[in-house]
């Protein structure tokens, strides 16, 4: 069992950086693929960014890339989401996923272990 506690969330201007991070329990961290998804109110849970567990290799949704960077470090138990030049359309509730698997999915389906969200609401 994995367990996944989210935080950095906030209120930020549009134009402004956060970082999101997720602190994951267990010694098996290392072996996991992990995922950003994201959910705003009245939408259905979208993926945004995720990460091989080597760290080796990342994905992101187009409407991130190149304002969002994915990273872990393995040693801390902990994955990073670095959101920079954020956008009124970025605000949602930010959910940090484990999948029992070393490669990367976008599908919210191929997860096993979600943490509890974590709120962004970005002000134009």
């Known amino acids: 069992q994995v367990q996944l506690v989210e935080s950095g969330g906030g209120l930020v201007q549009a134009g402004g950086s956060l970082r999101l991070s997720c602190a994951a329990s267990g010694r098996t961290f290392s072996t996991y693929a992990m995922g950003w998804f994201r959910q705003a109110p009245g939408k259905e849970r979208e993926f945004v960014a995720a990460i091989r567990s080597s760290g080796i290799s990342t994905r992101y949704a187009d409407s991130v890339k190149g304002r969002f960077t994915i990273s872990r470090d393995n040693a801390k138990n902990t994955v990073y989401l670095q959101m920079n030049s954020l956008k009124p359309e970025d605000t949602a509730v930010y959910y940090c996923?484990?999948?029992?698997?070393?490669?990367?999915?976008?599908?919210?389906?191929?997860?096993?272990?979600w943490g509890q969200g974590t709120q962004v609401t970005v002000s134009s």
């Open positions: 996923a484990a999948r029992r698997a070393t490669v990367v999915s976008t599908s919210l389906y191929d997860y096993d272990y």
